[in-house]
């Protein structure tokens, strides 16, 4: 990390964390979301791995100039939306051949991603800029918690009622979060490249 101010070393060895434990969610809740039929659980598996090339990008972004950090959130916005494609075509198959989710499982998964996304999101508030990978990494951290709490919800209505169709709901939910997230920070990759060409 030569050559990087204090504040950059410090992003970097945050961006380094969240990326860990977003790696880490990515093979437990694939897992878990395999073993346990689940399309909302594969689902978010899919978002936290998608999210943890994004942390990489943005890792790799640290301390770069305004055009090669614009790049990298361009790219983590593209992925996002892939993600999100990729998730309503599961979705779809699962609708169209049938499943068989596990309520009690999504819940467990569901706590315990949601407890490591709160504290990526601490970690990322913790770093003072105005960076847009930054602003997309705390994106990223937001829409999972909120994904967490979908899937929460979708395993107590699976237990309760017997049936797929909560799961496979929160799975589109997901990937519609995905969408929203992707969008705004290709939006504010633009945003932030006008703003400099206004300044030139």
Same mark, same amino acid.
């Given at each position: 990390m030569s050559g990087l101010d204090q504040r950059d070393r410090e992003q970097k060895r945050i961006l380094l964390a969240v990326l860990i434990l977003n790696a880490l969610l990515f =093979? +437990?809740? +694939?897992? +878990?979301g395999w073993l346990a039929d689940s399309s909302a659980l594969l689902a978010n598996a899919l978002d936290n791995a998608s999210d943890s090339v994004v942390y990489l =990008? @943005?890792?790799l972004a640290v301390g770069k100039p305004g055009r090669?950090? #614009?790049g990298a959130a361009r790219t983590s916005g593209v992925i996002l939306l892939i993600f999100a494609a990729g998730v309503l075509l599961d979705v779809a198959r699962r609708w169209w051949l049938g499943a068989e989710p596990l309520g009690w499982t999504m819940m467990a998964l569901a706590l315990v /991603? /949601?407890?490591?996304? !709160?504290?990526?999101?601490?970690? !990322? #508030? #913790? =770093? %003072? %800029?105005e960076d847009v990978n930054i602003e997309a990494a705390e994106t990223f951290s937001l829409n999972d918690f909120a994904s967490n709490g979908g899937i929460l919800v979708a395993g107590g209505l699976v237990m309760a009622l017997g049936q797929a169709w909560p799961d496979l709901i929160v799975g589109a939910i997901v990937a519609g979060i995905a969408v929203k997230g992707g969008l705004e920070i290709l939006r504010s990759a633009k945003?932030? @490249?006008d703003e400099e060409k206004g300044r030139a």
């Amino acid at each position: 990390m030569s050559g990087l101010d204090q504040r950059d070393r410090e992003q970097k060895r945050i961006l380094l964390a969240v990326l860990i434990l977003n790696a880490l969610l990515f =093979i +437990g809740l +694939g897992i +878990g979301g395999w073993l346990a039929d689940s399309s909302a659980l594969l689902a978010n598996a899919l978002d936290n791995a998608s999210d943890s090339v994004v942390y990489l =990008i @943005s890792f790799l972004a640290v301390g770069k100039p305004g055009r090669w950090k #614009r790049g990298a959130a361009r790219t983590s916005g593209v992925i996002l939306l892939i993600f999100a494609a990729g998730v309503l075509l599961d979705v779809a198959r699962r609708w169209w051949l049938g499943a068989e989710p596990l309520g009690w499982t999504m819940m467990a998964l569901a706590l315990v /991603a /949601a407890v490591v996304n !709160l504290i990526c999101l601490v970690l !990322l #508030r #913790r =770093i %003072s %800029s105005e960076d847009v990978n930054i602003e997309a990494a705390e994106t990223f951290s937001l829409n999972d918690f909120a994904s967490n709490g979908g899937i929460l919800v979708a395993g107590g209505l699976v237990m309760a009622l017997g049936q797929a169709w909560p799961d496979l709901i929160v799975g589109a939910i997901v990937a519609g979060i995905a969408v929203k997230g992707g969008l705004e920070i290709l939006r504010s990759a633009k945003a932030d @490249s006008d703003e400099e060409k206004g300044r030139a």
